[in-house]
């Protein structure tokens, strides 16, 4: 029933931007929180950014900071991330998911329903 779908990867060169696009459906997300996690090629997945539907508290990684923007179209059910200043090392599979936890609203672990992934590939 409860669905996530993530959209908006693709091939950019360094210092390009995406935005990538979460479709959420089959629960209501008021109180709930919206991550977006990355997988690079042999490394772990881990928390990129989440917002709080709620109150519209947002989370980021030290490394994304300044560079990347998560924002919620509540009545459409969207979450965006804005990915700016894109670096090689921003390359990996993206998902989207989602918890009623804030606290530990970057840790994958916490997560109860992930979507598909979106392939971003940052040239140089």
């Known amino acids: 029933e409860v669905q996530l779908q993530a959209s ?50 947002t989370f980021y990684a030290d490394s994304v900071k300044g560079r990347f923007t998560i924002s919620s179209d ?18 990996a599979v993206y998902f989207c998911a989602r918890t009623k936890w804030v606290v530990e609203a970057l840790s994958p672990g916490v997560y109860d329903y992930w979507g598909q992934g979106t392939l971003v590939t940052v040239s140089s």
């Open 8 to 57: 908006g990867g693709g091939l950019v060169q360094t210092g390009g931007s995406l935005r990538l696009s979460c479709a959420a459906s089959g629960f209501t997300s008021d109180d709930y929180v919206i991550g977006w996690f990355r997988q690079a090629p042999g490394k772990a997945r881990e928390g990129v950014s989440a917002i709080s539907i709620s109150d519209g508290r």
């Open 74 to 91: 509540n009545a459409k059910n969207m979450v965006y991330l804005q990915m700016n200043s894109l670096k090689s090392e921003d390359t």
